[in-house]
């Protein structure tokens, strides 16, 4: 059995997709999936907690995991990118950059969310700064995906999260160029003399 930490959103919309991938190649895997936000994930880990690692990493926002000690691989990629609901015509109700006058109605992720400061991020270098007003708050992708597909504002996703929404004309992209690329990256602790690797 192979037991996996990620965070919430890649456990529910890229891993499923992943393992059956993997399975394709090397048969049935007996698994056991522990969610929770990108911090627990590594230090379940670095805890011993769990076989392998898998999360999102960026340059300015890098997983703090020493490459001494962790091997790595890159599984591929992700983009950011802000979604609101659509109208009868498969238009988003809004668009960013919004205005000063009229603030676009936001759902955000909490401060310390991985995804949060990644959007925080976004937002610092955007051009031309996009105006928006704060209306709800959550660390889950999951939570802003459906209030946004409820109308409540617009929420960064990652893509990989609203595919089927977005075919279906539930939600639309409010923003082609305030988007951010991150990789899906999987670690598994090194194997050593003293503790040799798993088959």
């Known amino acids: 059995e192979i ?17 059956t991938a993997i399975e394709k190649g ?6 056991r ?4 936000n990108v911090h627990d ?55 960013l950059p919004g205005s000063r006058d009229h ?29 928006l007003e704060r209306r709800h708050e959550t660390d889950m992708a999951e939570g802003l995906k459906l209030m946004a597909m409820n109308g409540h504002g617009v929420a960064f996703l990652p893509a990989s999260a609203v595919g089927a929404e977005v075919k279906a004309r539930r939600l ?3 923003g082609e160029a305030y988007r951010v690329e991150m990789e899906i990256r999987l670690y598994r602790e090194a194997p050593t003399p003293g503790r040799p690797a798993r088959r």
């Open 3 to 19: 037991d996996f930490a990620a965070p919430h959103t890649l456990s529910l919309t890229w891993f499923p997709r992943w393992l």
């Open 26 to 31: 090397f048969g049935a895997i007996r698994s």
């Open 33 to 36: 999936l522990i969610a929770g």
């Open 41 to 95: 994930a590594v230090m379940r880990l670095v805890d011993g907690g769990c076989d392998l690692l898998l999360c999102y990493h960026h340059a300015r926002q890098p997983v703090q995991l020493d490459p001494q000690r962790y091997d790595m691989l890159l599984l591929g990629h992700e983009t950011l990118l802000p979604y609101a609901r659509c109208d009868r015509r498969g238009v988003p109700e809004h668009v």
């Open 103 to 131: 603030p676009l109605p936001y759902l955000s992720y909490g401060e310390n969310a991985y995804l949060g400061r990644m959007v925080t991020m976004l937002i610092a270098d955007a051009r031309p700064a996009p105006w």
């Open 172 to 174: 639309a992209c409010a």
